[in-house]
């Protein structure tokens, strides 16, 4: 089937697919679950799966997010005011992405619920955070890992003819904490880490196993430099 994207930006439905396949095609995207600080230190805490690193050496990651949420005569709508943790790292220059296992599905989860500000996600889920090294929003203390960053950089996610509603944050890392019983040799065992990824819909995918493939000796151009 062809599933016409412009015409349901349009507000046309197609029929037999109500809900846009997007998410559950590019997936899984890994979960960034950002922690930054109010301006009163209160910690903030929240999901994010428009979430990716972007480039390495420095290395940059970036989330995306909407505006908030706000219900209006019983239907949602976005609101004026940007989410807390867009809000809260560009305003302090300063985040943290903790990484999800398996283990912590469920206090992720709720971290997503819209509560305001002055309250903490981290505390309404039951989670302990432990102090950064490099920045000062905490981190999540049973995350396998943590990439503290600072922001370099916001804008609009362009869009044919303008700006999305969608704000990106990137985030320079500058500093990993990685907790030591992934780490083999000197080498992070992602796969036994069980991160949590995100699909469409309400669908999650486990990372649990890894297989290798070195890239090919006979590559014209770098003849074999590229194999470590
Ligand atoms: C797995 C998961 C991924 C999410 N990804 C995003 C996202 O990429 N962008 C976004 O704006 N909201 C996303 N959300 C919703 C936010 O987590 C939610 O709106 C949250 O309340 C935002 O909190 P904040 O205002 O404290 O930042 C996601 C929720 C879940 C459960």
Redesign the pocket.
Known sequence: MFYDSEARNSGSNTPEMPFNPFKALVAPRP?GW?STLTEDGTV?L??????QAVADNPDIVL????P??SAVDGAISFGEER????HNAVASGEFVCNLVSYDLRTA??D????IPAADS?AEHAGLVMAPSTRVKPPRVANAPAALECVVVGSMPVPRQGGSHR?QMVFGEVVGIHINEDFINDGRVDTAAMQLVT?MGYDEYAVLESAFTMPRPDFDPLLSGLLKS
């Not at 971290?111 to 819209?114: C, E, I, K, M, P």
């Open positions: 979960i950002i903030n929240a999901p994010y799966s428009y979430f989330f995306s997010a909407t908030s949420l989410k807390h943790s867009e992720m989860n971290t997503s619920a819209h996600e969608y995100r």
